[in-house]
């Protein structure tokens, strides 16, 4: 949450800027604004609201030229999302620019101490109290009395470009006076950031640095150099990539990055093969991103099986880096993720139990750690998340290792921090997803878990070879099965159009049919506003019957999963109470379209590989209500596309 991004060494460091920020709008766009430095100071520009970054444009025309600067995009945690709350924020001085993705857990502390030593604080936010405290050891390093540089002697003004420290307490070789108050203020600091500072004193120069929130440095030809939360927002721009681990300090200066441990020692960042163009970041003639993303399902998925499945008849997953001795080792496997992600691990539970035979928990990342779960050895952890970063699901994979279980995420960035921090990593091939609403991703996770499914029962000797044969070739046939439900948006759209007025609706489903309801609820509720609930569709007349009442709409899976004929069942229960039905049939299913007012139809696959094609109508049919009632898909309320604080 929250888009961070800088740029040193570029003549148009604002219009980089300001397209980075367009790029990592998806991250969160309560607020956003760019802070520039030249020589004679710090100039900034913030707006806030839903035309923020629009707004923005229209007060960067009154910029100075400058070669470097800072930009933020906010999904507002403390405070409210105004102006006075937006990044950059600015020390007491003006002359030290600060944006911040995370959480400053003591920020409460550290304010009534700076409060108290004479600092100003002017915004409701955690972020500000950190563009103080490097104002306060800047102030240190540079022989201000103070001590806070906010006493009017203007310790951090007027200082010569590229000053050196006092030696008794300067930075290590290489390092700058602003580098070292960067790493004293976070010492400081509890709680997850990344961060990047600007300081005219010293204005071609910025300091980035993170812990567990994520940052991507990128190089060019011409010594520009940059960086950002995300790879998107620098794509077309950087030539070559690097990441940081956590607590290491980067100075971006043109031409170079030094880079430092915490404690100053001179460090490396890591270069970072980056597979993703700018093309795939650009709504390509698309009105907008999720429907881009719905259409590129078939290659998402043809991608993410692409090499792993063997002619033959075996998975080939030497990649992950756990191998399968490990593999045959694990008695219980759990699945942690956050919504769509949580769905996808779902479905994956009936393929892992049924083809591995090895129990499976699916727990929501959020609870997992706090419910004291029951972990050894023995125990394989995945973590399934799109971003690599949730932060839920994050901890939820520390967690697994703190208590001696094997860890593997199944994710979409590379070198994203679940992927460096568990023992193996499964990526999914999805290329950058823009759009808030997961949709490709989503189904690239279903189609690596089942990988993974296949991989665990080969390895564990639990399928014979014919069985198997059939199961891959049901895989390798999936991204033309996406691809026909795919082409049917329009009359799915038709559908959809009949209920676009629609304020409730119950999805339902039975065996993979839930999770899939649930997905097709998610992502109604989340980009058109509607309440969607979705029941397992046997637990109707344990209690969520008593809501149907004529003319509620009821959307169920009924393609031809083991419970099908038991779901027709329940679907007879909610017709004989005058509920609207709209059905996901299998083509040419008279017997189960009869039942209803609407069919989205689908072509028939193998039971467990059949959520991959169920999804994609009530993805497009939530995609054409949100349309029809003039929603911003891309960017629902509230919302952000990668969930940093817990
Ligand atoms: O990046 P992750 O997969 O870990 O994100 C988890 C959820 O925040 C995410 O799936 C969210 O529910 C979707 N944006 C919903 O469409």
Not at 245 to 269: C, H, K, R, S, Y
Request: aromatic share 4%; glycine share 10%.
């Amino acid at each position: 949450m929250c888009g961070i991004i800088g740029v040193t060494g570029r003549a148009d460091a604002l219009e980089m800027l300001l397209d980075g920020l367009d790029r990592l709008e998806y991250r969160g766009y309560d607020s956003a604004g760019v802070a520039l430095s030249t020589e004679a100071g710090t100039w900034r520009a913030r707006s806030a609201g839903s035309r923020s970054l629009a707004d923005l444009r229209k007060l960067a025309e009154a910029a100075p030229p400058a070669a470097a600067g800072i930009g933020h995009t906010r999904w507002a945690t403390h405070g409210h999302p105004t102006e006075a709350n937006a990044h950059p924020h600015l020390d007491c001085t003006g002359s030290i620019a600060l944006v911040h993705n995370g959480i400053v857990e003591n920020a409460a502390a550290i304010a009534t101490r700076l409060v108290a030593g004479g600092h100003r604080l002017t915004s409701e936010t955690d972020s500000e109290v950190l563009v103080h405290l490097v104002e306060a050891h800047l102030g240190e390093l540079l022989g201000d009395p103070t001590g806070s540089g906010a006493a009017g002697t203007g310790s951090s003004r007027g200082v010569p470009r590229g000053s050196e420290p006092d030696t008794a307490h300067g930075p290590a070789p290489g390092s700058s006076v602003l580098g070292e108050a960067v790493r004293r203020a976070l010492v400081e600091v509890r709680g997850s950031f990344a961060v990047v500072v600007a300081w005219s004193g010293d204005p071609t120069r910025l300091v980035a640095t993170r812990r567990v929130s994520p940052l991507v440095l990128g190089t060019a030809a011409g010594g520009a150099v940059m960086v950002a939360s995300d790879v998107p927002a620098l794509l077309g721009r950087a030539e070559r990539f690097w990441t940081l681990d956590d607590g290491q300090v980067a100075e971006l200066v043109p031409g170079g990055i030094v880079v430092t441990d915490v404690a100053g020692a001179p460090a490396q960042a890591r270069p970072l093969e980056v597979a993703w163009n700018l093309e795939q970041a650009r709504k390509g003639g698309f009105p907008d991103f999720m429907s881009k993303e719905i259409a590129e399902q078939p290659q998402a998925v043809a991608d993410t099986l692409a090499g792993r499945l063997t002619a033959d008849g075996t998975v080939g997953l030497d990649e992950i880096r756990v191998s399968p001795d490990e593999l045959r080792q694990v008695d219980k496997v759990v699945l942690v993720a956050c919504g769509s992600s949580y769905h996808a691990a779902l479905v994956a539970k009936f393929a892992i139990e049924h083809w591995a035979r090895v129990p499976v928990d699916v727990d929501i990342a959020s609870e997992f750690r706090y419910r004291d779960p029951i972990l050894d050895p023995r125990t394989l952890v995945v973590g399934v998340s799109q971003s690599g970063e949730t932060v839920d699901t994050l901890q939820a994979v520390r967690h697994g290792r703190d208590l001696g279980a094997r860890t593997l995420v199944v994710c979409n960035v590379v070198d994203s921090s679940m992927a460096r921090e568990a023992d193996g990593v499964l990526y999914t091939r999805a290329g950058p997803e823009i759009g808030v609403a997961a949709t490709k991703t989503h189904l690239a996770q279903l189609a690596a878990l089942q990988v993974l499914a296949l991989h665990l029962a080969q390895v564990r000797g639990r399928l014979d070879t014919e069985r198997a044969g059939r199961l891959l070739a049901g895989l390798a046939d999936l991204p033309s099965l996406v691809a026909r439900a795919v082409d049917r948006a329009g009359a799915v759209a038709e559908v959809a159009q009949r209920y676009r007025s629609v304020r409730d609706v119950f999805f339902i489903g039975r065996h993979v049919g839930y999770p899939v309801a649930m997905e097709g609820a998610l992502k109604l509720k989340e980009i058109s506003y509607v309440r969607a609930e979705a029941y397992p569709a046997g637990e109707l007349k344990h209690g969520p019957i008593a809501l149907i009442e004529p003319d509620a709409l009821v959307v169920a899976v009924a393609t031809r999963t083991p419970l099908w004929e038991k779901l027709l069942a329940n679907v007879e229960e909610v017709r004989s109470r005058g509920a609207q039905v709209v059905l996901v049939a299998n083509d040419g299913d008279e017997e189960t379209a009869r039942l209803a007012q609407a069919v989205l139809w689908v072509p028939r696959c193998e039971a467990l590989l059949s959520p991959l094609v169920d999804v994609v109508p009530l993805q497009q049919f939530a995609y054409a209500v949100a349309r029809a009632n003039g929603r911003d898909v891309d960017r629902p309320r509230n919302l952000a596309k990668t969930v940093t604080v817990e």
